[in-house]
């Protein structure tokens, strides 16, 4: 099981170019990558995008990259027009100021701008990035499991938590129908009506209450979903959407369990149980 969260970088060099990825991961419902880099970077997205999506399935990865030339195979160039333009500049200034002389070619190369390193070929900029990004995604997922492995521990507690809760209500559930039977003869007894216990009306009224008050089908369900997302957090494929599933199933469990057992002590702990599963929730926001 894998987090969301995370962090890598990645560095290399091949064929004169050096490559720096740096890759950030925090939670999101679907996968989502978005490259940072200079605009003469923005081709890579695709390719950045194509790599990021094999390896992630869930959580927005952000995606830094930095490139420079690393020997002399990138010849430098010469910028003509910003050449033309400071030469301009300096003959018009010469003029104003009354100075004499020639402005030689070392002045005007020498002017910022004028000489700029030629851009590395996409040809070879792409080996590079590739591999530098595969190293960082490498320790974006090394971390990822890191911090899924402490909330696999802590998702097991509260699972534990959770099937204790369980066993209480079914512990609790069949004194249900008698405590019910108790306060209706305490009811008819305030009202000075007279009381026979074998009367028809009051078995079935106790039969019925008993019948609709049953909640032996949504602990079973309950059990269900305990095993199955026990079974998930050992799980290596992402598990987030399943867990997260699984979460609002046994929410609807705990609804229907506090709602048709009509009990005070049986409501404590649907309200315990309910409060452990929004903690679960809180947890599962970060899983892949």
């Given at each position: 099981?894998?987090?969301?969260?995370?962090?890598?970088?990645?560095?290399?060099?091949?064929?004169?170019?050096?490559?720096?990825?740096?890759?950030?991961?925090?939670?999101?419902?679907?996968?989502?990558?978005?490259?940072?880099?200079?605009?003469?970077?923005?081709?890579?997205?695709?390719?950045?995008?194509?790599?990021?999506?094999?390896?992630?399935s869930r959580g927005k990865v952000q995606v830094s990259v930095a490139i420079e030339t690393t020997d002399d195979s990138v010849h430098g160039l010469i910028d003509r027009s910003r050449a033309a333009a400071f030469l301009k500049e300096a003959k018009a200034l010469q003029?104003?100021?009354?100075?004499?002389?020639?402005?030689?070619?070392?002045?005007?190369?020498?002017?910022?701008?004028?000489?700029?390193?030629g851009d590395p070929s996409?040809?070879?900029?792409?080996?590079?990035?590739?591999?530098?990004?595969?190293?960082?995604?490498?320790?974006?997922?090394?971390?990822?499991?890191?911090?899924?492995s402490h909330l696999q521990k802590d998702l097991a507690k509260s699972l534990t938590r959770m099937a204790a809760m369980v066993k209480r209500v079914r512990t609790l559930a069949?004194?249900?129908?008698?405590?019910?039977?108790e306060n209706l003869l305490r009811r008819l007894e305030s009202a000075q009506l007279?009381?026979?216990v074998m009367e028809p009306r009051l078995a079935?009224?106790?039969?019925?209450?008993?019948?609709?008050?049953?909640?032996?089908?949504?602990?079973?369900?309950?059990?269900?979903?305990?095993?199955q997302f026990r079974d998930a957090l050992k799980s290596d494929a992402p598990?987030?959407?399943?867990?997260?599933?699984?979460?609002?199933?046994?929410?609807?469990?705990?609804n229907t369990t506090g709602s048709k057992a009509n009990d005070s002590e049986i409501s404590r702990v649907v309200v315990d149980a309910k409060a452990e599963?929004?903690?679960?929730?809180?947890?599962?926001?970060?899983?892949e």
């Open positions: 099981m894998k987090s969301m969260t995370g962090h890598g970088r990645g560095e290399t060099a091949a064929k004169g170019v050096r490559a720096v990825v740096e890759c950030f991961s925090v939670n999101r419902k679907q996968a989502e990558v978005s490259l940072a880099a200079g605009r003469e970077l923005a081709w890579l997205e695709p390719h950045v995008r194509e790599e990021v999506l094999k390896r992630v003029k104003h100021l009354g100075l004499t002389g020639e402005i030689s070619l070392e002045t005007v190369l020498a002017a910022p701008g004028v000489i700029r390193a996409e040809r070879d900029v792409l080996p590079a990035v590739k591999k530098a990004l595969g190293l960082s995604l490498d320790a974006l997922l090394e971390m990822r499991v890191r911090e899924g069949p004194n249900v129908p008698k405590r019910q039977r007279p009381i026979d079935t009224e106790i039969a019925v209450f008993a019948e609709r008050c049953d909640i032996a089908e949504e602990l079973t369900r309950l059990d269900s979903h305990i095993a598990v987030g959407r399943t867990l997260e599933f699984l979460a609002q199933e046994m929410g609807r469990e705990w599963l929004d903690r679960i929730r809180e947890q599962l926001a970060n899983i």
